[in-house]
């Protein structure tokens, strides 16, 4: 069964820095882009970035550009997302997810991921 686990979230001040894995199991990542989510409490949820099956390609939302990056390590089946100068309007719950695809699917729709993680909390506060 395809498994998505987010981990590495958690309490940072403002302009500190966060690094979030995202870890697959039952299937082999290589074959599947993956984006990053995310979701603050009341707002509807938003497309951070995503990478291609092999790193070649990645987008990122506007918001996010030039402080987040997004690599992977399909070794280790392990997509990351370094968080960096971060802000409180960043506070959310982060969620990966994987397209049925090697290439990225449009971060603006969610519906095109088919498989989703349950979440890591990240919390921008002084």
């Known amino acids: 069964q395809l498994q998505l686990v987010e981990s590495g979230g958690g309490l940072v001040q403002p302009g500190g820095s966060l690094r979030l894995s995202c870890a697959a199991s039952?299937?082999?990542?290589?074959?599947?882009?993956i984006g990053w989510f995310r979701q603050a409490p009341g707002k509807e949820r938003e497309g951070v970035s995503c990478?291609?099956?092999?790193?070649?390609?990645?987008t990122y939302a506007d918001s996010v550009k030039g402080r987040f990056t997004i690599s992977r390590d399909n070794a280790k089946n392990t997509v990351y997302l370094q968080m960096n100068s971060l802000k409180p309007e960043d506070t959310a719950v982060y969620y990966c997810?994987?397209?049925?695809?090697?290439?990225?699917?449009?971060?603006?729709?969610?519906?095109?991921?088919?498989?989703w993680g349950q979440g890591t909390q990240v919390t921008v506060s002084s």
């Open positions: 997810a994987a397209p049925a695809s090697r290439w990225c699917r449009a971060l603006e729709i969610a519906t095109e991921y088919n498989y």
């Open positions: 990478i291609s099956n092999r790193g070649g390609t990645t």
């Open positions: 039952g299937f082999t990542l290589d074959y599947y882009a």
